[in-house]
């Protein structure tokens, strides 16, 4: 099929202005899917994903909807039974824009700087949705490819919890593939492309602490109650000790650990300690001592305190405090568990002069994903064919719930990459999605597509 890709290359990056004038548009729309002031901009971000998959010609377009935000669903069926089937992932809504002053630009407001597409939503994941757009729309210039492609695009995935589920079991037959590509991963590198092959889950909960049964006056009982805000920041100060291990009893029992060649491996990834200083702009790092930053964030799990609530500037003792605790968690770590063995802890650390709740508000596990298969064979090919070196295969420390759904209701793995990259400030200002990587994307995606339907012929 060498002639046939590349005519399908030639296309696309005859067609990279128009495809980039597509996303542009794209990013103009508002669709943060947690604030429901929102609601009309997440319906017109749907229509816009249907309507461009119903521009490419596909068999079948149509929006399939849930208790929150609707799934835009798109098919091209080969008319040979036997073709290979993907599933291509993706979801319209982002995550919210605050704090507004620190933009340079309106983050609606898509603007190229230099080789950088700024906005909200310009890598995570507009930009990688119109990445696969692109792709499928140069492969369908040849209708021969024996290859059937479906799209699902959802718009919870930023908000959580998502409806996802719901939709995979109600259309459980309209939904089977081989397996899922999942661009909503990212690179090491602009020169190191990337399959991601495991993700840490995710445990959320919020811890409620009430002292009084109203604010006080601290002039007239300063010493005489105890501060929910004191109170809960020692729970929080305890939360680690001094080798930056988390303190809670039986956190660890199951965590495995990475023997010497996962070290060796992980060893090779382009990642220092100072990549990590230059983008987080921290003064030093922090964490559990043995391990490397890379190891710390992607095999080893962790806990963050990532909202702290209480208190005002009236000058009195606050009647209560909360504090929103993220906790990333790997391999064999349950959730639930996970949340039983937090509020064991707190119970017997909190004194009796206040009254607490541990809410828990969402969690997944871990995932790991074999490697060993076709369709990661045709991905790393698809990688090298552009970038001329072979992909790192990572782990990445975020979570992407959509990958344990599919698994759970349709018994799909997802292979995942993408191509935002590190510094590409996903939920902070400025995010942005760097252009030239983009652009090379594309044409992995095309090669990939290609290599999927020649394992028909083997």
């Known amino acids: 099929m060498t002639k046939a890709i590349q005519s399908s290359l030639e296309f696309a990056r005859s067609h990279h202005d128009r495809f980039l004038d597509e996303l542009h548009e794209f ?106 757009v692109a792709a499928v729309e140069a492969l369908k210039l040849r209708a021969e490819v024996p290859l059937n492609i479906k799209f699902l695009i959802e718009g919870e995935e930023e908000s959580g919890p998502s409806h996802l589920s719901d939709v995979l079991t109600t259309h459980h037959e309209l939904l089977e593939s081989d397996f899922c590509l999942n661009t909503d991963a990212g690179m090491v590198g602009p020169e190191c492309p990337s399959i991601t092959y495991a993700l840490r889950g995710h445990m959320g909960c919020d811890l409620h602490v009430v002292g009084p049964s109203s604010d006080l006056h601290s002039g007239a009982y300063g010493g005489v109650v105890q501060n929910p805000i004191h109170v809960l920041s020692e729970l929080i100060a305890g939360f680690h000790n001094e080798d930056g291990r988390v303190a809670i009893p039986g956190f660890y029992d199951k965590v495995r650990e990475i023997d010497e060649a996962q070290r060796l491996m992980l060893a090779k990834v382009p990642y220092p300690e100072e990549k990590f200083l230059m983008e987080t702009g921290a003064p030093f790092l922090w964490g559990e001592t043995g391990y490397s930053p890379l190891e710390r964030t992607i095999v080893r799990p962790s806990l963050d305190v990532v909202y702290f609530e209480g208190g005002s500037l009236k000058g009195a003792i606050p009647s209560k405090a909360r504090a929103a605790i993220g906790m990333r968690l790997v391999p064999d770590q349950d959730p639930k568990e996970i949340y039983e063995q937090t509020s064991n802890y707190v119970r017997e650390s909190l004194p009796e002069a206040v009254t607490w709740k541990l809410e828990f508000r969402y969690g997944f596990p871990a995932i790991l994903v074999d ?88």
Not at 76 to 103: K, R
């Open 27 to 132: 990013l103009t729309i508002s669709s943060i899917s947690g604030d429901p002031v929102y609601e009309k901009e997440m319906q017109l971000a749907a229509d816009w994903v249907a309507d461009r998959l119903g521009a490419l010609g596909l068999d079948r377009v149509e929006l399939l909807p849930t208790a929150g935000n609707p799934v835009v669903y798109g098919e091209w069926l080969n008319p040979d039974s036997s073709s290979p089937t993907v599933m291509i992932y993706g979801h319209y809504d982002v995550a919210p824009v605050e704090p507004l002053d620190e933009w340079d630009s309106d983050p609606f407001a898509p603007f190229l700087r230099g080789d950088n597409l700024y906005g909200r939503g310009s890598s995570d994941m507009k930009g990688q949705i119109m990445a696969c």
């Open 371 to 458: 490697v060993n298969t076709p369709w990661v064979d045709a991905l790393t090919n698809a990688l090298e064919a552009v970038w001329g070196v072979k992909p790192a295969l990572i782990r990445i420390g975020g979570g992407i719930p959509a990958v344990i759904d599919l698994k759970e209701n349709l018994g799909i793995d997802s292979v995942m990459t993408g191509f935002s990259l590190p510094d590409a400030n996903l939920h902070g200002p400025n995010e942005k999605l760097h252009i030239p990587t983009w652009k090379r994307g594309v044409d992995a995606l095309i090669h990939f597509f290609y290599n999927l339907a020649d394992l028909q012929d083997q």
